[in-house]
């Protein structure tokens, strides 16, 4: 029981420090919702698109990360988006609040191809607290330390830039997150990275899509990220496949593959998805199996989202209309 606690705590740490003021990443952005990793995609699409996660990491066991998060995005004009991001992580003692406001321009390469050129930018607002409230002695530490004595509280603000390329079925996307330095609060006696800054890289291909002759949609996609603070690295390989019926609605399935880039027949998670899409609603499920040492004291990782598409206009630009064909 004590080697789990150690073991258990370790892996806490290790996720407070490579997200803290970062936006946790699972397979959110799977569920119909690229906005989650970058800008760029605001006002890609028909609608105001509105998306709440609900996330649950290492089910089973105490104080695991959990995380809630809400996101929309909406056509400005015809060659413009706007979009806001909001979230709340704890992760024991950790609680990592925030807010993201993202505006992206979409560009014209050429038409006859269907090459197009996005640009985005995201302002930061993040806060991370120390809750002390469930601090409690133990047997080793029979007195909470005196210096502290209210909830440490630490605020950054920071950018986010990205790019994105499309061409046809073909999609690349670059984000760049965090790019300033933080600020450090040297009152604190505990270890702050000071390097926020990460790397998204998501690449992929669809084939098929809806039409008269076609129902089916398949997307190979690769989900890349980088972290500064200490040099780590993982990728995630994902497969998906959505079945259209009537009025565009559809059902969709998938199945995604995470490993550390140093260990690809290592796996941190591997798990399904599934999700459909009725009228304006849009309902997605992700599980998480996790592969480590701790696949044994939980049940695993569950990514919940629920969203509605509203106020529909086709865009007049090639730039920011669906690829789904009327």
């Given at each position: 029981?004590?080697?789990?606690?150690?073991?258990?705590?370790?892996?806490?740490?290790?996720?407070?420090?490579?997200?803290?003021?970062?936006?946790?990443?699972?397979?959110?952005?799977?569920?119909?919702?690229?906005?989650?990793?970058?800008?760029?995609?605001?006002?890609?699409?028909?609608?105001?698109?509105?998306?709440?996660?609900?996330?649950?990491?290492?089910?089973?066991?105490?104080?695991?990360?959990?995380?809630?998060?809400?996101?929309?995005?909406?056509?400005?004009?015809?060659?413009?988006?706007?979009?806001?991001?909001?979230?709340?992580?704890?992760?024991?003692?950790?609680?990592?609040?925030?807010?993201?406001?993202?505006?992206?321009?979409?560009?014209?390469?050429?038409?006859?191809?269907?090459?197009?050129?996005?640009?985005?930018?995201?302002?930061?607002?993040?806060?991370?607290?120390?809750?002390?409230?469930?601090?409690?002695?133990?047997?080793?530490?029979?007195?909470?330390?005196?210096?502290?004595?209210?909830?440490?509280?630490?605020?950054?603000?920071?950018?986010?830039?990205?790019?994105?390329?499309?061409?046809?079925?073909?999609?690349?996307?670059?984000?760049?997150?965090?790019?300033?330095?933080?600020?450090?609060?040297?009152?604190?006696?505990?270890?702050?990275?000071?390097?926020?800054?990460?790397?998204?890289?998501?690449?992929?291909?669809?084939?098929?899509?809806?039409?008269?002759?076609?129902?089916?949609?398949?997307?190979?996609?690769?989900?890349?990220?980088?972290?500064?603070?200490?040099?780590?690295?993982?990728?995630?390989?994902?497969?998906?496949?959505?079945?259209?019926?009537?009025?565009?609605?559809?059902?969709?399935?998938?199945?995604?593959?995470?490993?550390?880039?140093?260990?690809?027949?290592?796996?941190?998670?591997?798990?399904?998805?599934?999700?459909?899409?009725?009228?304006?609603?849009?309902?997605?499920?992700?599980?998480q199996l996790t592969t480590n040492a701790l696949s044994a004291y939980n049940s695993g990782t569950h990514v919940v989202t629920v969203g509605v598409d509203l106020l529909r206009g086709v865009s007049n630009c090639a730039c920011t209309k669906s690829r789904v064909k009327y």
């Amino acid at each position: 029981m004590k080697k789990l606690h150690l073991l258990t705590l370790f892996l806490s740490l290790s996720y407070s420090y490579s997200q803290e003021l970062n936006l946790p990443v699972f397979t959110q952005y799977l569920a119909d919702n690229n906005f989650v990793i970058s800008p760029t995609y605001a006002g890609i699409g028909d609608n105001l698109k509105l998306r709440a996660n609900g996330l649950t990491q290492w089910v089973g066991i105490k104080d695991a990360p959990d995380n809630q998060s809400f996101y929309g995005d909406f056509r400005l004009g015809d060659r413009s988006g706007i979009g806001l991001s909001l979230y709340n992580d704890k992760n024991g003692n950790t609680i990592q609040t925030g807010a993201k406001f993202s505006f992206a321009h979409h560009l014209i390469l050429d038409i006859p191809t269907e090459q197009f050129l996005s640009l985005g930018l995201s302002y930061n607002i993040n806060t991370f607290r120390i809750d002390i409230d469930n601090f409690n002695t133990t047997y080793d530490n029979p007195v909470i330390d005196p210096f502290i004595t209210d909830d440490r509280k630490a605020n950054n603000n920071n950018f986010d830039v990205g790019l994105l390329y499309r061409f046809k079925n073909y999609f690349l996307s670059i984000n760049a997150n965090n790019i300033l330095p933080k600020k450090i609060d040297q009152s604190l006696r505990i270890f702050e990275p000071n390097m926020l800054f990460n790397m998204q890289v998501f690449t992929g291909l669809t084939f098929g899509g809806y039409s008269k002759k076609n129902e089916f949609e398949f997307e190979s996609s690769l989900f890349f990220q980088y972290f500064a603070s200490d040099s780590r690295s993982s990728s995630d390989l994902n497969i998906k496949i959505k079945k259209y019926g009537r009025d565009e609605n559809y059902f969709w399935g998938g199945i995604s593959y995470r490993f550390l880039n140093d260990q690809f027949f290592k796996p941190l998670n591997i798990g399904p998805m599934v999700g459909f899409k009725q009228s304006i609603f849009y309902f997605g499920y992700a599980y998480q199996l996790t592969t480590n040492a701790l696949s044994a004291y939980n049940s695993g990782t569950h990514v919940v989202t629920v969203g509605v598409d509203l106020l529909r206009g086709v865009s007049n630009c090639a730039c920011t209309k669906s690829r789904v064909k009327y």
